[in-house]
């Protein structure tokens, strides 16, 4: 369960999503077996990007959903350990989906 800090970052985030409407969105998704440790030796990682044309909250589920024309990609809210605002509309998301093994999400606006 989210914390009170870390639930209204969030809504926070999604209350404001309309600045990615139109845009390029880069992300760049990270899953570890080792905790939060996301060396190069314990990780699989990729990278995308697509331009947003919807950002909503799933209930059923727990779902941020991020969608594009042919893309969809979804972060579990219910599962963030972590959500951080970057400089220059850069967000991180961290979920954690076992004791050891987490997913690190990078959303970058393209300019």
């Known amino acids: 369960m989210l914390n009170e800090i870390l639930k ?3 809504l926070q985030f ?3 999503a309309e600045i990615f409407y139109g845009k390029n969105l880069k992300i760049n998704n990270s899953i570890s077996t080792n905790g ?3 060396n190069r030796h314990f990780t699989t990682s990729n990278s995308m990007s697509f331009i947003v044309k919807n950002i909503a909250c799933r209930t ?3 779902r941020i959903m991020l969608q594009g024309d042919e893309l ?3 972060i579990a809210i219910d599962l963030l350990v972590d959500f951080i605002e970057k400089e220059d509309q850069v967000f991180e998301f961290l979920e954690k989906y076992s004791e050891d093994v987490y997913r690190k999400t990078i959303l970058k606006i393209l300019v």
């Open 36 to 38: 939060i440790n996301f």
């Open 14 to 16: 999604l209350e404001n």
């Open 60 to 62: 059923s589920g727990a």
């Open 8 to 10: 209204n970052k969030v």
């Open 72 to 74: 969809y990609y979804e």
